[in-house]
């Protein structure tokens, strides 16, 4: 029986590769999908190929630090890949259509080249994206996959671009909603920057001339006014940067990602924002897999890779372990205390009359409806905290220069 070296990931991203015995190439991919791995390349042989690295390798290679399509050019590329196949082209056609019209971006038209080589050479359109890990998702690959097992790869890429579109919109909602607080904070730091190195310094050196006692105050703000400029200033900063080094070093490493996922779910105000956010997330993801026709153990695990919480996460991995039937999800995910019971009843809704993703549509409503009311309380309540607190230290510097103002004109007319 002929041996073949492959290489292939696995459902996290890894590369795994190694040697299997099968009857044919063909074979050998039903093997692979057998052990769970996405396969990028499979050839015949115990070793790995010789000779010069492919496009599709070298593209590979250069993206393993970014994506090589943004979300953007993603949901560009499956729409008019979607609208190509249902006017009737074939999957080479479409692929070698949008190569010519995608001259002005060299990484796509790189990409869509080496998708079209890899059909012509045979290979299934999922297997050509799961040979782009760093584009291509989990979710993408195995609806795609799914898509093609059905016949229906044109409505395959039509709930990919619905589905996308519904979390980038998810997304810029948080995003525009942190925007305008973003702004007050920045702007009001900048002032009080701006004042503290600026504006006292001059007022101090004044009030020395003039020889007088100051208020208590006054002095505090002058104290504090020298604490930031000079070089006790730039050992602040460099103190601050440290600080932040080392949180950003913190939260990047797996405890301080569980701890701070933790706290989100946990902190008031904010905790809802995470939670609707996230529940919105596991909600679309899974619905979309599902009426794709993926296996739910399947579809499970790569939703707890997009779900975006590493606890929900965590949670959603446990009721897969805890899941014998391969159908019934509710009960696992009811056990865990982690999701609420409105979503496991309404989930459990869904098994019982056998519609799993219109249950998780109306899951999905029902959490994005509540994400767009947490988040005007969460504005309520932040915007006049923020202007409140900006406008408390600006106060209080006005009434301390004012203070010292007010004695020393007392001072000249006695």
């Known amino acids: 029986m002929p041996t073949f070296h492959y290489t292939a990931r696995t459902r996290d991203g890894r590369r795994a590769e190694g040697t299997l015995e ?4 063909h074979a050998a991919l039903l093997e692979l999908q057998r052990r769970q791995l996405i396969p990028v390349r499979v050839h015949e042989g115990g070793a790995p190929a010789p000779g010069r690295p492919t496009l599709g390798e070298r593209l590979r290679r250069g993206s393993r630090r970014r994506p090589a399509l943004s979300l953007r050019a993603l949901l560009q590329f499956t729409q008019e890949l ?4 249902s006017s009737g082209m074939t999957l080479g056609e479409a692929l070698h259509a949008m190569a010519r019209r995608a001259s002005g971006d060299t ?22 994206l799961a040979s782009h890990p760093e584009t291509f998702p989990p979710l993408y690959v195995s609806m795609v996959r799914a898509g093609e097992a059905a016949g229906s790869l044109a409505e395959a890429l039509e709930r990919l671009v619905r589905h996308y579109q519904r979390a980038q919109e998810t997304r810029e909602r948080i995003l525009m909603a942190l925007t305008y607080p973003a ?30 006692t100051l208020p208590l105050p006054t002095r505090i703000l002058i104290g504090l006014s020298r ?11 460099a103190v601050l940067a440290a600080a932040g080094l080392a949180i950003r070093r913190t939260l990047k490493s797996e405890q301080g990602r569980e701890w701070w996922h933790r706290m989100q779910l946990r902190l008031p105000l904010i905790r809802d924002v995470a939670a609707a956010a996230a529940y ?25 890779h997009t779900v975006g919480n590493r606890v929900i996460a965590r949670e959603i991995r446990e009721a897969r372990q805890r899941v014998t039937d391969g159908s019934t999800i509710s009960g696992p995910l009811a056990a865990g205390k982690v999701f609420p019971p409105l979503l496991t009843d309404m989930l459990a809704v869904g098994e019982r009359t056998g519609d799993m993703p219109g249950a998780l549509n109306h899951i ?16 309520t309540v932040l915007e006049p905290l923020l202007i409140v607190t900006i406008a408390t230290i600006v106060g209080f510097v006005a009434i301390s220069m004012l203070a010292a103002v007010f004695d020393l004109t007392s001072g000249l007319k006695a």
């Open 364 to 379: 999905a409503r029902h959490y994005e409806a509540q994400l767009d009311r947490t988040l005007k309380l969460f504005l």
């Open 107 to 128: 990484t796509a038209t790189a990409l869509i080249t080496d998708l079209r080589d890899q059909i012509i050479r045979g290979s299934s359109l999922s297997d050509a």
């Open 82 to 85: 979607s609208d190509l196949l």
């Open 22 to 25: 099968a009857a044919d190439r």
């Open 280 to 304: 919105t997330q596991f909600a679309q993801t899974l619905g979309s897999l599902l009426a794709n026709g993926v296996p739910v153990l399947q579809a499970l695990s790569i939703v707890e």
């Open 183 to 212: 702004i007050v904070l920045t702007v009001g730091g900048l002032t009080v920057v701006f004042i503290m190195v600026v504006v006292i310094p001059r007022f101090a050196a004044i009030f020395a001339e003039l020889g007088s």
């Open 227 to 237: 604490a930031v400029t000079g070089v006790r200033g730039l050992v602040l900063l």
